[in-house]
């Protein structure tokens, strides 16, 4: 008696959980985001619906397939899944000490230079690890053997291969903006390890900009820390800067109504090399 009472039970709450979700109408679409297969994402009030459970992949391994808001944002999800941007900098308390002359190199004063004061107004790429602190969303999707991150941010992508822990980066690496990024997993966390950089700015701070070298190897490791949030570490190793290496801590939340939108940096750009003009509002109440 004992056991089917119990049963009995278990079989009321799975019952009682299923109807406290919103499923889905005839006729709608599911989502591909984990969790949601058969859930709406909002509720009748408005508010996000969180998963009950971190998803798995094929593998066995948690997966972060999704639209997710990155460092740039506030992770205060309100009614139809709005998120607050925030533009993310590097905080100078956390740095190590610098080698002889490399507080100089990455210290670069205003010069009216766009190429140095702020390359991507000129719709030059922002690159890792500013790429990573965008108040934009980005789209992963993971598979066993690769991840494949979309920043929403001029578009840019990486294909990530996953494979053994600590492995060497390919030979003969030429410096993109972006890197040359590997993966692996420790335990449930999943780390990138980025070498093979442009020398390019650090981050969004101006007078002075900040650049970091050629030199710079960045690693990221995500851990859900519950179903709807990551936590997001990146340790930083410039050795041509730093006498060590350094470590922030950030965080990653899931947007189920997300979608990636089109971003094109020319499109509208009444800035171009910093020259500004009137839009064709402005010129009509002159």
């Known amino acids: 008696m004992t056991n089917r009472f119990a049963i009995l039970l278990l079989c009321a709450a799975m019952v009682l959980a299923a109807l406290a979700l919103p499923e889905l109408a005839a006729g709608q679409t599911p989502t591909a985001i984990p969790g949601y297969e058969n859930v709406k994402p909002l509720g009748p009030d408005g508010r996000v619906v969180n998963r009950r459970a971190i998803p798995r992949a094929a593998d066995g391994k948690p997966d972060f397939t999704g639209v997710w808001a990155g460092p740039g944002f506030r992770h205060n999800v309100g009614v139809g899944d709005t998120d607050t941007p925030n533009v993310r900098q590097l905080d100078p308390k956390a740095f190590p000490p610098y080698k002889p002359g490399g507080e100089s190199f990455m210290f670069r004063p205003h010069t009216d230079d766009l190429l140095i004061d702020d390359p991507t107004a000129l719709c030059l790429p922002n690159g890792i690890p500013r790429q990573l ?19 929403e941010y001029m578009h840019f992508f990486r294909v990530i291969p996953i494979g053994a822990p600590n492995r060497a980066h390919a030979a003969n690496i030429e410096p993109t903006w972006m890197g040359d990024t590997i993966a692996w997993w420790e335990g ?21 900009s900040r650049w970091h070298s050629d030199q710079l190897h960045v690693v990221e490791k995500l851990t859900y820390a519950d179903p709807m949030t990551a936590t997001y570490d990146i340790a930083f190793n410039d050795p041509k800067i730093f006498t060590a290496p350094w470590t922030t801590k950030w965080g990653m939340k899931l947007h189920p109504t997300w979608s990636i939108l089109e971003f094109v940096c020319e499109e509208n750009n009444r800035c171009r090399a910093g020259e ?7 010129e009509g109440q002159k």
């Open 276 to 282: 500004c003009k009137l839009s064709p509002e402005q």
């Open 133 to 151: 602190f965008s108040p934009y969303a980005q789209q992963w999707i993971y598979t066993p053997k690769q991840l494949i991150i979309l920043y």
């Open 188 to 208: 449930d966390t999943l780390v990138l390890d980025t070498v093979g950089l442009k020398e390019w700015m650090w981050d969004a701070s101006h007078e002075p």
